[in-house]
């Protein structure tokens, strides 16, 4: 592993002497109210309202709560947890595996699903709430980016296995104590939420502290986040300016594209259509631009490099020719929309 010692000293150092652990302390006390609040025994409509009610009280450091959760609902469906994801979760407390349970029916995406079963199982699962752990993983266990999956069910499942394997290295460090000081205080502070003081670290919080090591890692180490706070616009006078042209360390993975494969499956495309029409739109960029815009069109491949597992054979039935905007439309998708659903769309 990389760097770890070195890691896990800037990481209690962050812990011991800066404000990390009072603006990350509302995740872990969300976690415990949801844990000691909940009660199988309990109607699915019970439960469903300390869930919900978890997203209402102000926990430490201000009213931010864990927005995080309420904004992982999946495009197109409003509240953010139903009685339908009760009924899911119920099937895991009767002991269903995760992957014997169809979750197609849930109403959040895998990172916010994550959120409430690590809070509510924390002896099966982690908390990975956030896409960009692949980044934290590949950094720490030295796995290269293209063997890790970046999204979906497939990288909640390979956060688990990673971060079981971080959880068996930090038990190793002091880290207990530095937490439990502020935790403590908010619980004695707020009886109401029927969560007690505590001594040391349960499951619980060992499923929400290994998130907050590679968040860490992400944030501190990494510098691949950035709040929306330290890059404010600012009007002056009516004259709206910003600050750019900061340098950050940016980390991506390239697939590698074969160009003349591409141009000739455009050339074979203008012998068929001289104007080279999108697939979806019909733009033409020659008929917009003239010469300009001659021979000018996207590739896009139908089925993105980026969600396959190492080098795969393409087709020209693989390619679609699009203009620029709605290449960009395919890709807003999750998964990526396919032409005839973007034709609908755009209808």
Request: net charge neutral.
């Amino acid at each position: 592993m990389q760097q770890l010692d070195k890691v896990i000293s800037k990481y209690l150092k962050a812990c011991k002497a800066g404000e990390w652990i009072k603006k990350e302390s509302y995740k872990f006390e969300y976690a415990n109210y949801v844990y000691e609040n909940v009660y199988w025994s309990d109607s699915n409509l019970q439960i469903l309202e300390v869930l919900i009610n978890s997203q209402k009280i102000t926990y430490t450091y201000g009213s931010r709560g864990v927005q995080f959760v309420q904004k992982s609902g999946r495009e197109k469906l409003s509240e953010f947890i139903t009685i339908s994801d009760i009924e899911l979760f119920r099937r895991l407390h009767e002991g269903n595996s995760f992957d014997s349970i169809d979750w197609s029916g849930r109403s959040m995406s895998f990172t916010g699903l994550s959120a409430w079963i690590a809070s509510l199982f924390p002896n099966r699962f982690y908390a990975s709430p956030m896409s960009g752990f692949t980044y934290t993983i590949s950094y720490l266990f030295n796995k290269d980016l293209d063997q890790l999956h970046k999204k979906g069910i497939k990288y909640f499942l390979q956060c688990q296995e990673y971060f079981k394997e971080t959880e068996r290295i930090l038990r190793d460090f002091p880290i207990e104590s530095l937490w439990l000081a502020e935790w403590n205080k908010f619980y004695r502070d707020n009886p109401e939420l029927n969560v007690k003081a505590k001594d040391s670290f349960g499951k619980i919080d060992w499923a929400w502290l290994i998130e907050d090591f590679h968040l860490f890692i992400h944030r501190e180490i990494l510098e691949l986040y950035k709040s929306s706070d330290t890059n404010k616009d600012v009007q002056d006078e009516g004259n709206l300016s910003t600050v750019e042209g900061k340098s950050k360390l940016s980390t991506h993975m390239q697939y590698e594209r074969n160009p003349s494969f591409i141009l000739n499956i455009k050339k074979s495309a203008i012998a068929k259509d001289p104007l080279l029409r999108c697939e979806v739109c019909g733009f033409s960029f020659k008929e917009v631009y003239g010469q300009c815009g001659e021979g000018f069109i996207e590739a896009h491949h139908l089925n993105p490099l980026a969600e396959k597992e190492g080098e795969k054979v393409t087709k020209k039935s693989d390619i679609a020719l699009v203009c620029s905007n709605c290449h960009k439309m395919l890709h807003k998708g999750d998964p990526v929309y396919s032409i005839e659903e973007l034709k609908s769309i755009l209808k």
